[in-house]
């Protein structure tokens, strides 16, 4: 029978005989997929494994402490963080189209992938995160959001321009399969059932233009949602959560007056497959608590709206 270890053992018997004694290179991005893959390399080959993560200042609250801690400190890969943040405001500077932002991060993504991947000797293989649903929709649909998902995470064009071999060792399971290997290798449950994140983090999350100040707003906004879900035990009964940063002028009323500010909207979602998705219905109570926290602990918030929209119409990112 098909067990984790089992399923463990397997590929990494697989990978010891498909690398040998040569150099992987992964890029780790603080999802699932690339992750697992990294605790399973680790465990199958090693010091011959190095990940690169690109830390592109979109991402969620101490996210990547997070990853740092959980792989470097913790299991003791070989982590190379790459802080880029500036790099990406800038590029993202004026920049207000939706499309354009996406194109923008993905393709500096890569490039800041790139130049960090010449510095390293020796590398033969990259390693990427594919899961058996990946193979099936890129088999399908050649167009659409599938495609250009992967297209950004896998950092597409990079293996053919460096002359790498790719190593896929996830590309036979599922979803559930690839959370139970994770548990397995000892990834903490948090991350392992962590709500996916789009590539392009909190750039598609900010409305328009994206900021500092903004994506400093947003991501205390959303960790305080993030953690009341949490605590009342929501989490796992959504399949995605956050929040959103609208750059529009809404009045409030403190103490010394009137003043305008943005407004924070929180969505959660329930699907199967993030092709249709209800709006959570969360308890009135825990809305109340998230925004009640939110205007007294979020600087420059001082109105949060929760979105009750499914979807079809409305997709699941507001951009
Ligand atoms: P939508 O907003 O289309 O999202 O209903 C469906 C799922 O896809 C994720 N998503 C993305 N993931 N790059 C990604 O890696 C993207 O540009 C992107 N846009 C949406 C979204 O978070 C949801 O899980």
New binding site residues.
Partial sequence: AWTPVNIIEDAILRVREQVGSRKVLLGLSGGVDSAVVAALLHKAIGEQLTCVFVDHGLLRYREGDQVMKIFADHLGVRVIRVDAEARFLHALKGVTDPEAK?KII?ALFVEVFEEQAQTLEGIEFLAQGTIYPDVIESAGAKTG?AQ??KS??NVGGLPERMKLKLIEPLRELFKDEVRAIGLELGLPREMVYRH?????GLG?RILGEVTKAAADTLRHADHIFIEELRKSGWYDKT??AFAVYMPVKSVGVTGDGRRYEPIIGLRAVQTID??T?QWAQLPYELLDTCSRRIVNEVPGVSRVVYDITG?PP?????E
């Fill in positions: 996406r993905g959001k250009v998902i950004h995470h996916p994140f789009p590539g392009p598609v399949a995605q993030f092709m998705a979807k409305a997709t699941i990112e507001w």
